[in-house]
């Protein structure tokens, strides 16, 4: 059964600072991995997407890359800024799964002015 | 990108009572899903909707507790019934579009007392 964590569960950086979130999985059978964003009492928004064939990708300041081999992603978040305080969540969908996702634990980040 | 809108977006309900939550998306989509989100956790998938047929139950989620309607290919209900606090969530409708990514509603924000 796939499992997905993310370490740390909590992080606080002054802003400009660069963010390094984790995100591991114990299948590297996967078709996919994402990388959301929720605020709090909120949806969630789709910030990555990396297909299992691809190493990275890069939207403006966020940068995400894929190791499947050894389970892990990483979120990269440039030069940090208060309006990027939020949970970040790391989703596999997996090929054992179907189309369903599996999600870790989250991230709360919190980016102090 | 899907749009998707929710409807509530927050109650407040009295145990034993009955809810339902409605789903729309801006685009025709074959699947459909909904996850609950419990104070401080993470996602977990409920079941899936496809227009259709019957909705596909994840173990621990039974079809008397959250009846899917699945109408059309652009909306969907969940209903939660015979409410308690434990039922207390974020509810989220969820869809997939080409190439391969989920998106997700605002959510609803319940409330059981």
């Known amino acids: 059964k796939q499992e997905v964590t993310q370490i740390p569960a909590a992080l606080s950086v002054p802003e400009g600072e660069n963010l390094v979130l984790n995100c591991s999985f114990t299948?590297?059978?996967?078709?996919?991995l994402q990388w959301f964003r929720q605020d709090p009492g909120k949806g969630l928004t789709s910030l990555l997407l990396?297909?299992?064939?691809?190493r990275e990708q890069t939207s403006g300041r966020l940068n995400a890359s894929l190791d499947k081999s050894s389970g892990r992603s990483t979120l990269y978040i440039a030069a940090s800024q208060p309006g990027d305080s939020a949970t970040y969540l790391c989703?596999?969908?997996?090929?054992?799964?179907?189309?369903?996702?599996?999600f870790g634990g989250g991230t709360r980040v919190l980016v102090k002015p | 990108s899907a749009v998707i809108s929710q409807k509530p977006s927050r109650d407040i309900c009295q145990r034993g009572t009955s809810l339902t939550i409605q789903c729309q998306v801006d685009?025709?989509?074959?699947?459909m899903f909904w996850y609950r989100q419990q104070p401080g956790q993470s996602l977990t998938l409920i079941a899936t909707?496809?227009?259709?047929?019957?909705?596909?139950?994840e173990s621990g989620f039974v079809i008397d507790k959250f009846p899917i309607s699945r109408p059309n290919l652009t909306f969907s209900t969940l209903t939660v019934s015979n409410m308690s606090p434990e039922d207390s969530s974020i509810y989220l409708c969820?869809?997939?579009?080409?190439?391969?990514?989920?998106?997700f509603g605002p959510g609803t924000r319940l409330t059981v007392l």
């Open positions: 969820s869809v997939v579009q080409i190439p391969d990514t989920q998106y």
């Open positions: 299948d590297s059978a996967i078709y996919n």
């Open positions: 990396i297909q299992s064939s691809q």
């Open positions: 989703a596999v969908k997996g090929k054992a799964a179907g189309n369903k996702l599996t």
């Open positions: 685009s025709q989509v074959t699947m």
């Open positions: 909707a496809n227009q259709g047929s019957e909705a596909t139950y």
